[in-house]
């Protein structure tokens, strides 16, 4: 099971998932006082305070931090609008109101931030372990040709991911693919390789049966975390 710690300071506590840590660093870099990796433990949230903590917390690109208010300031806003965005050799990062789903349409859990796997290497499915370094996963990170459900009419503003058994994740609601040079998609439904072998990236292409795609989702953390 994924082990998620629990820092309690002055009107806030601070949530890490090791698991979903990749180190982006922005929290090292936004609040070095706070967050140090050469520390035990490395979060000291009696540091700083409350809003500066929220803030540099939400940079966090993969959700492994979070946060509540205990002081009865303001929860993390909803994004203005949903984003898929494309890296370059690695996974999907998420900005958006996601509710993710089961092969089985169950709800699982809701996130602001998340990255998501497409190699098909994580143990953390469906998100990022940082195990596509290992694997050796290289993709540009540019839009392949969209096969894509265009915007039309209105749409509820959140965003459902359904992770197709052995599949991949089909998305519905309105949102934006964004490339790793910036090219922009809109859409209200789609299905994005998380296999890795597909040869239309982002996009699936069935690519996952040919290769005995498995993946039993969700999981919950197996494997050594990569984080502090």
Same mark, same amino acid.
């Given at each position: 099971?994924?082990?998620? /710690? ?33 520390? $035990? ?20 690109? =993969? ?10 300031? +303001?929860?993390? +806003? ?5 984003? *898929? ?19 089985? /349409?169950?709800?699982? +859990?809701?996130? *602001? $931030?998340?990255?998501?796997? &497409? ?18 996963? +290289? ?22 991911? &359904?992770? /197709? /058994? ?47 795609? $498995? ?8 494997? =050594?975390?990569?984080?502090?």
């Amino acid at each position: 099971m994924a082990k998620i /710690r629990h820092y309690d300071g002055d009107g806030i506590r601070v949530a890490y998932d090791a698991h979903r840590c990749l180190h982006a660093e922005e929290c090292v870099h936004g609040l070095p006082v706070v967050f140090d990796p050469k520390r $035990r433990p490395w979060i000291d949230v009696t540091a700083a305070r409350a809003q500066e903590l929220a803030d540099v917390v939400r940079r966090c690109p =993969t959700g492994a931090l979070r946060y509540d208010r205990l002081d009865g300031g +303001a929860a993390e +806003a909803l994004p203005p609008a949903n984003r *898929i965005s494309v890296s370059r050799d690695g996974p999907l990062y998420a900005v958006a109101e996601m509710k993710l789903l089961d092969a089985e /349409r169950r709800p699982f +859990a809701s996130e *602001i $931030r998340a990255a998501l796997c &497409r190699c098909g290497a994580s143990r953390n499915k469906p998100f990022c372990d940082g195990r596509h370094v290992d694997a050796g996963f +290289a993709d540009e990170g540019h839009l392949g040709v969209a096969t894509l459900k265009t915007p039309s009419g209105e749409v509820a503003p959140g965003l459902e991911i &359904r992770l /197709r /058994r052995d599949g991949p994740l089909v998305l519905d609601g309105r949102f934006t693919v964004v490339g790793s040079d910036g090219t922009t998609v809109e859409a209200s439904a789609a299905a994005l390789c998380r296999c890795g072998a597909s040869k239309n990236k982002p996009y699936c292409d069935g690519t996952h049966r040919e290769i005995g795609f $498995r993946a039993e989702d969700p999981t919950a953390g197996e494997g =050594t975390p990569p984080g502090p």
